[in-house]
């Protein structure tokens, strides 16, 4: 069973930057012993839930939608059970609920249908 917990949303301006944490918890220490990979997620109003960033426990692999690709990078710090999300040259149209997310087959993939474990989501808005 594993708990996370996203923060650092908020609104900015197109063009700023900001960098999102998923804090990865448990009641079980031995969860910490298992490998999963991280997505990060997003969902606009009227929208579909779209992959955008995920890494695998081993810190390597990241890969990326092409809609962030160049502007947002994935990084993890296993020691503190926390991954970052870094968005540079944000636009509006990436105004979304962020959430990330785990999967515990550990495998590179942005598909949701594969992920085990969502955090509560975090609210992204950039608009002037």
């Known amino acids: 069973q594993l708990r996370l917990v996203e923060s650092g949303g908020g609104l900015v301006q197109p063009g700023e930057s900001l960098t999102l944490s998923c804090v990865v918890a448990?009641?079980?220490?031995?969860?910490?012993?298992?490998?999963?990979?991280i997505g990060w997620f997003r969902q606009a109003p009227g929208k579909e839930r779209e992959g955008i960033a995920c890494i695998m426990d081993n810190g390597d692999n990241a890969r990326y939608a092409d809609s962030v690709e160049g502007r947002f990078t994935v990084s993890r710090d296993n020691a503190n059970n926390t991954i970052y999300l870094h968005m540079n040259s944000l636009l509006p149209e990436d105004t979304a609920i962020y959430y990330c997310a785990a999967d515990l087959d550990d495998k590179n993939r942005l598909i949701d249908l594969f992920y085990d474990y969502w955090g509560q989501g975090t609210q992204v808005t950039v608009s002037s």
């Open positions: 448990s009641e079980y220490p031995e969860d910490f012993g298992e490998y999963y990979t």
